[in-house]
C-alpha cells in the first residue's frame, strides 16, 4: 500500500490517493476465493473443491475482484491514514479508480479534524454573578422540604380546589364517539400540575364528590395527529378529593427531616448548603462562559460530519433520557408530532456550539502541553467513585484510563483559562453588547465566527458508560 497523493479540499475535507500493490491484491484475491468457493458450482467438482483457476478460466479473472477490493480497502485505507498522519471524522466516500492484476487504486474523500487557530485566551471578560441566599430563599427550600414530607389527607366536606388530587372517572367522546386512549378510572389527577390538556383541570375545579359533568375542551393545534385542533366532551366523575397536610415548621420537623434538634440549626445548614450550591453552579456558569467566549474567537473550518455527529450524539442522549422516564421513544415521537429529522435540526445548532468548544479545548491542550499524571487519573477516578457510590476499582471496569485522561487534560485547559479570566458583573456585559451594537460601521473585517449561546463544557462520560 502507498499513499499517492493527499490534497486539501475545502472545509477540512481531503482526498487520498491510494495505491494496493499486486502482492497485497493477489493476497485479498486469494481470500476471496477462499470465501466464494462453497457457493461457486464447476462441472465435475463439489461445491467448494473447484480450484482457482479453473474457476476463473470459466468465469473470468475479474470474478473475485469486487470480493477482493472490499476485502483490500479496509486495511489499505486505515495505512494509508497512519502513513498521511491524520484525523478523520466520519466515513469516507470511496471511488474505486483501478482494478486489476497489478493491483489496485481508490481514492477516499473524508472529513478531518480541523486546524485551529486561538485568538486570546488568556485575560478572557466574561459575567460571573455574585452569590447570595436570602432568608426568603431559605424559606422556600424549608418550604420544598415540608412539601416532600406531608400527607395527603381525604376531604369530603367541600369541592375540589387547585392543588388538590381528585380521584376521577373520565371519558372522551370525538362527534359522540369514544376515542382510543380517552377513557381511565380511579385517576388520580393533581389539580394545577398541567398534567392534562389546558382547560380539563380547570373544569374540575368546584365539582364535589360523586358528581358527574361533561367538559368541552378543545385538543392543541400542536397535539398528535388524531386530536390536533379537535374539539371533544369529556364525561367526568369526582369519586374522592385528597389534599396535603403540610408538617408545622417547628423543631419537632427538624428533628424529623434532618440531624438537627432545633428549627435554627437547619435553616443555618440550609443557608449554608444552598450557599455552596450557587457558588458552584456560579463557578461553573463563569466556566462555560469563558470557553464559550474563547470558542468564539477562534478560527477553524469545521467539516459537517463533525456537526451531524454531535447532533447524533445530543439526539440518542436525548431518546436516552425519555427512555429512563419510562416513556417508549416511539410514543413520545407521536405525543409530540416530531420526527428523527426535526430532532437532528433542531440539534444542530447546540451541535455547532459543542463542537467549537471541544476543538478550542483540545487547542488550548496542545498549546499549553498539558497532560495527565498518574496521580491526576488516579484522583479523578476515586472522584468519580464518590459521585457514582462505587469504589474506584468498580468504576475503573466501566470507564477506559485513556478517557479518564483526556477528561483531566480537559479539566486543566479549562481551569487555566478560567483562572486567567477576568470577571464582570453581569450588566457590564450587556451595556458593552449595547455599545457594540450602535457602533457606526467601519470598512468590512475578516469574518469572525459567529456569536454562539452559552454552552456547558461536556460533562463527564463515566455515567453513560457504566449504564451501558
Known amino acids: 500500500m502507498s499513499v499517492k497523493s493527499c490534497e486539501k479540499l ?18 485479498a484475491v486469494e481470500k476471496a476465493y477462499r470465501k466464494q468457493r462453497g457457493s461457486i458450482r464447476l462441472p465435475g467438482f463439489r461445491p467448494g473443491k473447484a480450484p482457482r483457476k479453473m474457476i476463473e478460466n470459466m468465469y473470468g479473472a475479474a470474478i473475485f475482484y469486487e470480493e477482493a477490493v472490499n476485502l483490500a480497502l479496509p486495511d489499505a485505507y486505515a495505512a494509508a491514514l497512519e502513513e498521511a498522519d491524520i484525523r478523520t471524522v466520519g466515513y469516507p466516500e470511496v471511488e474505486l479508480l483501478s482494478v486489476g492484476k497489478e493491483g489496485c487504486s481508490f481514492k477516499a474523500t473524508v472529513a478531518v479534524y480541523p486546524e485551529v487557530t486561538l485568538g486570546e485566551y488568556r485575560g478572557v471578560k466574561a459575567p460571573r454573578t455574585e452569590v447570595s441566599v436570602t432568608a426568603e430563599d431559605v424559606e422556600n427550600r ?11 389527607v381525604s376531604v369530603d366536606d367541600r369541592a375540589v380546589r387547585v392543588g388538590d388530587v381528585a380521584n376521577i372517572d373520565f371519558e372522551g367522546f370525538l362527534n359522540g364517539e369514544p376515542f382510543d386512549g380517552g377513557k381511565s378510572d380511579n385517576f388520580d389527577l393533581e389539580i394545577g400540575s398541567g398534567q392534562f390538556v389546558p382547560g380539563f383541570e380547570d373544569q374540575v375545579v368546584g365539582m364535589s364528590i360523586s358528581e358527574e359533568k361533561d367538559i368541552d375542551i378543545t385538543f392543541p393545534e400542536d397535539y398528535h395527529a388524531d386530536l390536533a385542533g379537535k374539539t371533544v366532551v369529556f364525561h367526568v366523575k369526582v369519586n374522592a378529593i385528597k389534599t396535603k397536610e403540610l408538617p408545622a415548621m417547628d423543631d419537632e420537623f427538624a ?21 455552596e450550591e450557587r457558588e458552584k453552579n456560579a463557578k461553573r456558569a463563569f466556566e462555560d462562559a469563558v470557553i464559550t467566549k474563547v470558542a468564539e474567537e477562534m478560527q477553524a473550518e469545521i467539516p459537517d460530519a ?26 413520545y415521537m407521536k405525543m409530540t408530532n416530531m420526527s428523527e429529522e426535526k430532532l437532528l435540526e433542531d440539534a444542530k445548532t447546540p451541535a455547532v456550539n459543542q463542537v467549537r468548544v471541544d476543538l478550542a479545548i483540545d487547542a488550548i491542550i496542545k498549546a499549553e502541553g498539558l497532560e495527565a499524571s498518574d496521580e491526576d487519573v488516579e484522583a479523578e477516578y476515586a472522584k468519580m467513585a464518590e459521585q457514582y457510590g462505587m469504589s474506584a476499582e468498580d468504576v475503573k471496569k466501566y470507564v477506559d484510563a485513556a478517557m479518564v485522561k483526556e477528561q483531566v487534560c480537559r479539566n486543566k485547559a479549562v481551569d487555566l483559562v478560567a483562572s486567567a479570566a477576568v470577571p464582570v458583573k453581569p450588566e457590564e456585559v450587556k451595556s458593552e453588547e449595547v455599545k457594540t451594537e450602535e457602533a457606526p460601521k467601519e470598512e468590512p473585517k475578516a469574518e469572525k465566527p459567529k456569536r454562539t449561546r452559552k454552552k456547558k463544557v461536556e460533562e463527564l462520560k463515566a455515567e453513560e458508560a457504566a449504564e451501558e
Open 10 to 27: 475545502e472545509k477540512s475535507m481531503v482526498a487520498l490517493t491510494v495505491e494496493v500493490s499486486a502482492a497485497d491484491f493477489e493476497a
Open 306 to 331: 463533525m456537526i451531524e455527529e454531535q447532533a447524533r450524539r445530543f439526539v440518542e442522549n436525548f431518546k436516552m433520557q425519555i427512555q429512563s422516564q419510562g416513556i417508549p421513544v416511539d410514543q
Open 255 to 275: 428533628k424529623d427531616v434532618s440531624e438537627f434538634d432545633t428549627l435554627d440549626e437547619l435553616k443555618k445548614d440550609v443557608e449554608r448548603e444552598m450557599t
Open 142 to 152: 424549608l418550604k420544598s422540604m415540608a412539601d416532600s414530607n406531608s400527607r395527603m
